[in-house]
């Protein structure tokens, strides 16, 4: 059975713990609410907590671990070889599989034609075919073997998964059942799981950063051990190539990244922090409820729209009025292209941070300000932008790091070209569209040529998390003053 159908059959069983332990305790109860420890809901998610939660840990650590047996058993079917073959072998292997299931489930051919050995060669190839499967050649008897192998391991596993995973929801319910008692704290056992599954909520987002920064850390460090770390970090050449040969200086690369994103906050601090301002300060109630929700529209569009936007109207604009008649260049793709494109898709950003943040300046202060006769301008000027300073400052580092975290517009409107150049309007690039770049295709993690765009990564993790780790320094440091 399917992970997903089995997971609705384990709500349903949930749902109807839920029921019937609730209307079990009113029973024993005598149908008196005051004879019960906890509220009868109470009674009815501790049974639905018994049923399901089990049951589903079951359903999905099995599903984790389903596929690593599968592997582990199908490298023994793999014939001798380099690792290469070996990995060419089970990848054939998992494709087929993949393959049969699908020609089974078009009724291309039966389950037991799939199953049967030694079906293979130019028939069940052409039969694959037929049924939308894309094949290199002809299916050799080994890894049919392997395929018809790994769909077995994967039938039987499918259905002791379900088996287990209903029979564990079942027991469940008939312990909500058994321990459902008006003396029973009910409420004390649900109030734990919920703690417990917070802290797991929790933990599980501790693991994730820990995970991504190991992962960076340890395939940025195979990179190290295959590249000088001095070429990496002062290098001004990048040119990696696959065959050999290759340059990884990472200067151009961060050059390009900080000046995009210099060009971007320059044109999204003002706009945003004066609207902010006038949103906060001047705008009545009608006009905010006009201007406000038309600038949260920008954070909805997507980014390839802005990448577009840069490349089809931001960047030929660009060229054709300043570039071209300066004489500074005739491409529409440069660095002042992507960075009012990154400045535009951080106004709302800046803007709608700014607001919140100026209107919670104690309105004590505004009046205190206009008590000793100072103006509105003023005011503005000398009590809420210093009472708010603290915060402004946070989001605008914040609005950094996501500047120097945008891909898509930079590859649309600012070029792949690896330069260090100081004319905004000549072509460049980020460490963003590099490591999309470098992990594009095909490519196995053991070369200095794809194991660069981990190197990069973790840099761009070390600016980033400076710059929040400063904001956020900020913030507490100054924010105290004003309280």
Do not use: C
């Not at 205190?368 to 300073?389: C, D, K, N």
């Not at 914040?398 to 517009?409: D, F, Q």
């Not at 569209?433 to 973790?458: M, Y």
Request: proline content about 5%; hydrophobic content about 55%; overall charge neutral.
């Amino acid at each position: 059975m399917p992970l997903v159908p089995l997971i609705a059959l384990v709500l349903a069983i949930g749902i109807a713990a839920l029921v019937l332990t609730r209307a079990r305790v009113l029973t024993l109860a005598g149908g008196d609410r005051r004879r019960l420890h906890s509220l009868p809901g109470h009674y009815g998610w501790l049974g639905f907590l018994l049923s399901v939660l089990p049951a589903l840990a079951l359903a999905l650590v099995w599903s984790a671990a389903e596929p690593v047996v599968i592997e582990r058993h199908l490298r023994g079917l793999a014939p001798a070889g380099d690792a290469g073959a070996r990995a060419l072998f089970l990848a054939d292997a998992h494709r087929l599989a993949a393959g049969l299931d699908a020609a089974v489930a078009r009724g291309a051919i039966g389950a037991d034609e799939a199953a049967l050995p030694g079906a293979g060669g130019a028939d069940l190839a052409a039969i694959l075919r037929s049924a939308g499967v894309p094949l290199g050649g002809e299916v050799s008897a080994p890894v049919l073997a392997a395929a018809q192998e790994a769909r077995a391991l994967a039938g039987r596993g499918a259905l002791l998964r379900a088996l287990a995973t209903l029979g564990l929801a079942g027991a469940g319910l008939i312990a909500g059942l058994v321990l459902a008692r008006p003396a029973l704290r009910a409420r004390n056992g649900v109030e734990r799981v919920v703690l417990v599954l917070l802290l797991l909520a929790a933990g599980i987002a501790i693991l994730t950063t820990a995970g991504i920064v190991l992962s960076l850390v340890t395939e940025a460090g195979r990179f190290l051990s295959l590249h000088p770390v001095t070429d990496f970090l002062f290098g001004t050449v990048w040119s990696p190539q696959f065959g050999g040969g290759s340059s990884f200086g990472l200067l151009p690369l961060l050059w390009g990244t900080l000046y995009i994103s210099l060009i971007s906050m320059l044109v999204a601090v003002p706009v945003g922090l004066f609207t902010a301002i006038h949103l906060a300060e001047y705008a009545g109630p009608r006009q905010r409820a006009i201007v406000k929700p038309a600038i949260e529209v920008i954070a909805g569009i997507p980014t390839i729209v802005f990448g577009l936007f840069a490349l089809v109207t931001l960047g030929p604009a660009l060229r054709d009025w300043f570039a071209a008649p300066m004489g500074l260049g005739t491409s529409a793709a440069s660095v002042m292209t992507a960075g009012i494109a990154i400045g535009i898709l951080n106004i709302p950003f800046i803007s709608s941070l700014a607001d919140d943040i100026i209107n919670a300046v104690p309105q004590a202060l505004r009046d205190g300000s206009y008590g000793l006769g100072a103006t509105r301008s003023e005011t503005i000027r000398q009590v809420v932008l210093p009472a708010a300073l603290p915060g402004i400052v946070g989001a605008v580092l914040m609005a950094g790091s996501r500047a120097i975290g945008e891909t898509m517009i930079v590859t649309l409107g600012a070029g792949a070209a690896a330069r260090m150049s100081m004319n905004p309007f000549e072509a460049m690039t980020t460490i963003t569209v590099k490591i999309v770049g470098q992990l594009t295709g095909d490519t196995a993690f053991d070369s200095p040529e794809t194991l660069v765009a981990f190197a990069l990564g973790f840099t761009l993790f070390v600016i980033t998390l400076g710059l929040n780790i400063v904001a956020l320094w900020i913030v507490r440091r100054y924010r105290e003053q004003y309280e």
